[in-house]
């Protein structure tokens, strides 16, 4: 079992470039198996939620094969198969295979997806949008099996703004009879990555980023190469990192819009923030003030994936701040191992009083989620004296060589096997 060992009070300086994001490619990689032509994908971040998925698509019948950091699926020889539990146990966005093969073969047979323990998400909303476009749907030994002779275009509107709803009844609708309508749906800048793929492909898809997602369906799709959109999660953990650390960095390649919440916050923070295209200079005296409250919220709200990293950030700022998560019931996982390290956090059902400390010590602590893990990893490298952060598979399963990265800023911080 891998583990980090971290020194901390380490400044960080340079510039780092934020990979693909994961929560666009693994839908993307869903999304591949609309079409029997080849399909490929620029610029894959080597996580284990990809490789995941990958199994996935080969356990289907398609051929898929990683070389010069992108991965092309050739799915001409998939087949109708079930997709069994030891496949989608890791990963949550399994669940978006309904969708896509569905419309593909017109049946899906899938486990009930796994991934982080965060909270119950359940899969309601996926299943009500496959209803109305005409599916049929029964839960069966812990398996979802879908069948539906013929897709039809309807007006769906969604009780809340799933983000995977919404992809999937998108993925579900690309070639279904006649006009879908989404209201009500999810407007993170992942959603607008799936237009633009699918639109490559020859769907006609547009609102995507609105509340209003308009389907026409199409008869067929074609191949296509795609470079997806930049992690924001992941820019956004490097810029927590240093305005937890101090020093000054920059992190290349993501949109201003879409972090603009956290940017806000780290404004509060007394961070200095300049902005040039796709480029996010930050600098940090290492001396955070706290945000007075933080509100998790669906795309533009403060994102709920960058909770446990701005609870790290909190714990180590100048005053108290109350924190409250919306989206998920047991996303506070993290906290008694920043307790561990000497952080002052209280928790009640979903909100936590943070009151920061000033400094962290030095601590052995486990990552219990993927953001909790790297949550634990700032909290290590703003910390006095060295921690070791357990249980790494969390971690590696949404950052591509996280140390790598921190370590070429001025971190230090290396991995090491039992």
Do not use: W
């Not at 901390?8 to 340079?14: E, F, S, V």
């Not at 812990?142 to 995977?164: M, Q, R, T």
């Not at 709200?301 to 446990?308: C, E, K, M, R, V």
């Not at 993927?370 to 949404?398: F, K």
């Amino acid at each position: 079992m891998d583990k980090f060992i971290i020194e901390g009070g380490n400044r960080l300086y340079g510039n780092v470039q934020t990979q693909s994001a994961k929560n666009s490619v693994l839908v993307l990689l869903a999304a591949s198996v609309l079409t029997e032509e080849r399909v490929t994908i620029e610029n894959v971040p080597h996580i284990s939620d990809v490789l995941h998925m990958s199994e996935i698509l080969r356990k289907l019948g398609a051929d898929v094969r990683f070389a010069d950091g992108g991965v092309t699926v050739s799915s001409e020889r998939a087949e109708e198969r079930d997709i069994s539990s030891h496949l989608t146990r890791e990963l949550r966005s399994s669940v978006f295979m309904l969708g896509s093969v569905l419309t593909r073969f017109k049946h899906a047979c899938i486990s009930y997806p796994g991934g982080c323990d965060i909270g119950l998400r359940p899969i309601d909303l996926h299943l009500f949008g496959l209803k109305k476009l005409g599916v049929r749907t029964e839960e069966r030994d812990g398996y979802i099996v879908c069948n539906a002779e013929k897709l039809e275009g309807e007006n769906i509107h969604l009780d809340f703004p799933s983000v995977g709803a919404t992809e999937n009844i998108i993925l579900a609708s690309v070639k279904a009879r006649g006009e879908t309508v989404i209201t009500n749906a999810a407007k993170e800048p992942e959603i607008r990555d799936l237009q633009d793929f699918l639109n490559r492909m020859g769907a006609k898809v547009r609102g995507a980023g609105t509340d209003t997602v308009v389907i026409e369906g199409v008869k067929e799709l074609h191949g296509t190469h795609f470079t997806p959109m930049r992690d924001r999660i992941e820019a956004g953990t490097f810029l927590i990192a240093c305005a937890m650390c101090g020093g000054e960095i920059c992190v290349e390649g993501v949109r201003r819009q879409n972090i603009a919440a956290l940017l806000n916050k780290l404004s509060e923070n007394t961070c200095k923030i300049h902005i040039e295209n796709d480029k996010i200079y930050i600098r940090s005296n290492g001396k955070p003030r706290s945000n007075r409250h933080i509100e998790t919220l669906p795309f533009p709200g403060f994102p709920t994936d960058l909770q446990a990293q701005m609870t790290s950030l909190n714990a180590v700022a100048d005053g108290a701040c109350i924190l409250t998560e919306n989206l998920f019931e047991t996303r506070f996982k993290h906290v008694p191992e920043l307790i561990r390290m000497g952080a002052d956090i209280t928790v009640k059902d979903r909100t936590a009083l943070i009151r920061g400390v000033g400094r962290l010590h030095g601590a052995t602590v486990s990552s219990e989620d993927l953001r909790g893990g790297a949550a634990l990893t700032l909290a290590a490298l703003a910390a006095s004296g060295t921690s070791e952060v357990l249980h790494l598979s969390h971690i590696d399963r949404g950052y591509d060589g996280l140390e790598k990265k921190l370590s070429a800023l001025g971190a230090k911080i290396r991995r090491v096997g039992d």
